[in-house]
């Protein structure tokens, strides 16, 4: 086995595929990224390949139609999602965008039901009542809900890091 930075490269390379892909190698990938690693490329960018593939955002874009919008998603709206992801753009951005679209608001109307459904999808849990007035009085003193001055879905990234949110 080779080994990069102290990391076992075989089974970290088939934990990528088993962890973000949710399947078994395929032989051809899988020599291809032992390969790269064996010339010398970084972990890191190989990382960064499988974040970024196609087949990567589209698992995380159908997970978030899914968990967010409680639908499947349409073709155009998965591929516009997959591209949005492959092109660097981060899962929290992500969730800011589809809890911030008229589909989402309209199933979860603004203030109460809104904030209350970010606790429920997002934390997975009721919120607290200190919790969901602060939302609500920042949503009825004219805060936006994307509003990067007074970021209330952007405080969703923060959030994510700090719960036990699944997407996958």
């Given at each position: 086995m080779w080994a990069v930075d102290g990391i076992l490269t075989i089974p970290w390379v088939r934990c990528l595929y088993l962890n973000l892909l949710n399947r078994q190698p395929d032989q051809g990938g899988f020599n291809n990224w032992l390969n790269a690693i064996n010339g010398g490329t970084i972990i890191l960018l190989v990382t960064d390949g499988f974040l970024?593939?196609?087949e990567y955002c589209t698992i995380v874009a159908n997970?978030?139609?899914n968990q967010l919008l409680d639908r499947q998603s349409d073709p155009g709206g998965l591929n516009a999602w997959k591209d949005f992801l492959v092109k660097g753009k981060s899962i929290q951005?992500?969730?800011?965008?589809f809890c911030d679209s008229l589909e989402y608001k309209s199933k979860h109307p603004i203030p109460n039901q809104f904030v209350?459904?970010?606790y429920n999808k997002l934390l997975r849990r009721q919120s607290d009542?200190?919790?969901?007035?602060?939302?609500i009085n920042?949503?009825?003193s004219g805060t936006s809900t994307a509003d990067d001055k007074a970021p209330i879905l952007s405080l969703i990234s923060s959030w994510i890091?700090?719960?036990n949110m699944q997407l996958l």
């Open positions: 970024r593939s196609d997970s978030l139609y951005d992500a969730i800011v965008g209350e459904s970010l009542p200190s919790g969901l007035q602060h939302w920042l949503i009825n890091r700090f719960s």
